[in-house]
């Protein structure tokens, strides 16, 4: 799936030593199965939700959509997928400061659950309600989880891979269900019984993780650097008045006639970008970092834009490609016409197939192949998929309905593209990482996803107003020829590495 990091954040953070011992999960410990089946469903609710949202923000009132124009339901789509991992960054704070990782995972699901009933209620206001609850807890439960999932080994354990490899499979589960359901439902019956689907999931998931919650032994029960006393009582006084800030503004702006979709979505990406300036504004200007860590944030910062970019194309498989499915392919089989949705299914498929082919792969090349270099390979792929768009729209022109077997076919290449940039970005995130800020920097990698999404979502407004062929097209080769200038400037970014692979 689309990234999801934070599985591979845990594998390289130390674990606090096994706390659950007993083997019941295929070997593991028993509390591996807790947190896979959590896992599983909060991945089932949130990409089945996903699935159909922008086919539900536009599709027409008649049909008992929003009746969204393509360009606004694609920006808030890509607003939605940033705020998601924008919001892991506090999530990970509240865990490790306030409350521990257990009850973050368990307050994040309940919010989560709660979102998605919310959505299911059959009114316009709802699914933007709804979305709100949902980002928030996910915020709570995606980053904390999967440090859950480390602290059941020991940081060298043999298992300790193995598990996280199962627990991943958990998330591509999850992601492979739910759009079949939520699917089916929400564009064959009604769009709030999907969105309803999708609650229903997430309550199993918080269900059974309460039940199994005497599995998990120590893991995630505390926080590893609480705050106490005074500065306990200064943080939540500063929650407390940035979330009154937030209901000051919206309060200024609805009065203003200003709280629209499109003033929040514009709000919320540019919030996206001050974050991530003034993140790396903060490490670049630390004087307590060596000039060798300096020079490797610097060649950072390049990979970190090869990375936003790569995500700005490949996260519009469920907002651009989706409508476009559902419009210009032909979906009938023996006479039945499968859900456009369907087709979000494909992506974890091939993951799952396709993933150990290409950890094998990096591990058979080794260092003789750069990581600016594999970078550039996962962008020239994801523009090549959209490049082989730009040919299945141009099928299409004249209200033509081509085979979804295109689709099938970009998505294969854009999962080759996620398997030479996400696992090694992860990799060498941690690698180029300044010490004072080691327990951070994957917060950086969030950002990328987050603000590849932002700009994703502004970005696919134009699909509305190009021609299909030429929105494909550009985009394509744009990031074609990007990942062409990674590899013209690997050199200079490996010198800035400083012995970093």
């Given at each position: ?112 659950a709660a979102g998605h009933y919310v959505m299911a209620v ?155 300036i003034g993140y790396f504004a903060r490490i670049l200007v630390?004087?307590?970092?060596s000039d060798t860590e300096r020079s490797r944030m610097k ?203």
């Amino acid at each position: 799936m689309p990234g999801d990091p934070e599985v591979a954040m845990s594998q390289e953070m130390p674990a606090a030593g096994p706390v659950a011992t007993g083997r019941g999960f295929f070997g593991h410990p028993r509390a591996l199965a807790t947190l896979f089946l959590t896992e599983m469903w909060e991945r089932f609710s949130f990409y089945g939700m996903r699935a159909i949202l922008v086919l539900y923000l536009t599709a027409s009132v008649a049909d008992n959509g929003q009746g969204i124009g393509d360009s606004g339901a694609n920006a808030l789509y890509g607003t939605y997928n940033a705020m998601v991992y924008l919001m892991a960054l506090p999530g990970g704070w509240v865990a490790d400061r306030l409350i521990g990782a257990r009850r973050s995972v368990l307050w994040g699901g309940v919010v989560i659950a709660a979102g998605h009933y919310v959505m299911a209620v059959p009114t316009d206001w709802s699914v933007y309600a709804g979305m709100a609850l949902i980002v928030l807890g996910t915020g709570l439960l995606k980053p904390n989880i999967s440090s859950m999932v480390g602290d059941l080994y020991d940081r060298d354990s043999p298992r300790r891979d193995a598990g996280f490899s199962i627990f991943y499979m958990g998330i591509n589960l999850g992601g492979f269900l739910a759009p079949l359901i939520t699917g089916f439902l929400g564009e064959k019956i009604n769009w709030h019984l999907g969105f309803a689907a999708a609650a229903i999931g997430m309550t199993f998931g918080v269900i059974q993780y309460v039940v199994g919650q005497r599995n998990l032994g120590e893991a995630g029960r505390r926080p590893t650097d609480p705050l106490l006393g005074a500065d306990r009582r200064r943080a939540l006084t500063r929650i407390g008045l940035v979330a009154l800030a937030l209901v000051v503004i919206a309060a200024i702006l609805a009065l203003a006639g200003l709280f629209t979709v499109n003033a929040v979505v514009n709000l919320l990406t540019a919030v996206t970008l001050l974050v991530t300036i003034g993140y790396f504004a903060r490490i670049l200007v630390d004087h307590e970092i060596s000039d060798t860590e300096r020079s490797r944030m610097k060649a950072y910062v390049w990979l970190f834009v090869f990375a936003a970019a790569f995500w700005l194309i490949y996260d519009q498989a469920g907002s651009v490609l989706n409508t476009f499915a559902e419009k210009n392919t032909d979906r009938d089989v023996g006479g039945f016409t499968f859900p456009a949705s369907w087709l979000q299914s494909v992506n974890p498929i091939l993951i799952i197939i396709a993933a150990p082919l290409f950890a094998v792969l990096w591990l058979r090349v080794g260092h003789r192949i750069s990581t600016p270099v594999k970078f550039s390979v996962g962008l020239v792929l994801n523009g090549l998929s959209f490049v082989l768009m730009a040919a299945a729209a141009r099928a299409a022109v004249g209200g033509g309905s081509i085979s979804p077997l295109w689709l099938v076919a970009v998505y294969a290449i854009q999962v080759a593209g996620e398997l030479s940039l996400s696992p090694v970005g992860l990799s060498v995130t941690t690698k180029l990482a300044p010490v004072k800020y080691a327990s951070q920097m994957m917060g950086l990698w969030f950002l990328a996803t987050a603000v590849g999404d932002a700009i994703g979502g502004q970005v696919a407004r134009l699909a509305a107003s190009w021609s299909e062929p030429t929105y494909f097209l550009t985009f394509g080769l744009a990031s074609v020829v990007l990942g062409l200038a990674a590899v013209m400037f690997a050199r200079h970014i490996r010198a800035m590495m400083a012995g970093i692979h």
